[in-house]
């Protein structure tokens, strides 16, 4: 068994799932001071909203900040979206006092799951393409992150419009939705508290 969620024990699968969730989600947050982009200028209102977002996210990278990538992840993130979806078939145990509580702790877990793993992964070089692609689900952006053994990977971004902006809801690499992982990680730990929607909120926020 491994831990997670500030030591509660987690089934392997349910740990592996947050592994790889929050791994990436975290993909331009990886990158360290010197990171270069080699991406062109574009006129794409949603590709130069991804500008910021990793712009947001390097910021943190270079402190190894949870706060800082807890702001980033509460900025740009379609958070209402993502702790909706997550909670799967216990949403609706959530009670209105609790909500806004559940989302600050789930961006908190983020960050600072985020902060954990700067170290662990030079990133040298990442690329915003252009143009974005219209979706069903909302506005795609790619982007490509190139580590410092060479190795590549594409990671694809999710945008929602909101207002005259955007919002990041989901993120992709090779062929996973990442936000269906974070849902497998709550639920399970739900379950296992006995359907016990507290029990999550709670440990988010330790």
């Known amino acids: 068994m491994r831990t997670g969620f500030n030591g509660t024990c987690l089934s392997v699968k349910a740990w592996l799932s947050a592994v790889?969730?929050?791994?990436?989600?975290a993909s331009l947050v990886m990158a360290p001071a010197d990171a270069q982009s080699s991406s062109t200028k574009s006129d794409d209102p949603a590709v130069v909203y991804m500008h910021q977002v990793?712009?947001?996210l390097l910021a943190g990278a270079r402190t190894q900040s949870p706060i800082l990538l807890s702001n980033a992840v509460k900025r740009h993130g379609d958070v209402n979206y993502i702790g909706h979806?997550?909670?799967g078939t216990y949403r609706a145990k959530l009670s209105q006092a609790d909500r806004p509580i559940y989302l600050n702790g789930?961006?908190?877990f983020i960050?600072?799951?985020a902060a954990s793993q700067v170290p662990k992964y030079p990133v040298v070089k990442y690329?915003?393409?252009s143009p974005s692609i219209q979706g069903g689900s909302g506005i795609m952006v790619d982007s490509r992150i190139t580590l410092r053994d060479g190795s590549q990977y594409d990671v694809r971004w999710l945008l929602v419009k909101v207002g005259n902006t955007y919002r990041v809801r989901d993120a992709m690499v090779y062929g996973f939705w990442i936000t269906p992982f974070?849902?497998?990680l709550f639920e399970t730990y739900i379950g296992e508290q006995g359907g016990d929607v507290k029990?999550?909120?709670v440990v988010l926020n330790r």
């Open 20 to 25: 790889l969730a929050i791994m990436v989600a």
């Open 127 to 129: 690329e915003i393409m």
């Open 54 to 56: 990793a712009r947001d």
């Open 182 to 184: 974070l849902k497998q």
């Open 85 to 87: 979806y997550s909670l």
């Open 106 to 108: 789930m961006v908190r």
């Open 111 to 113: 960050g600072r799951y």
């Open 199 to 201: 029990a999550l909120v």
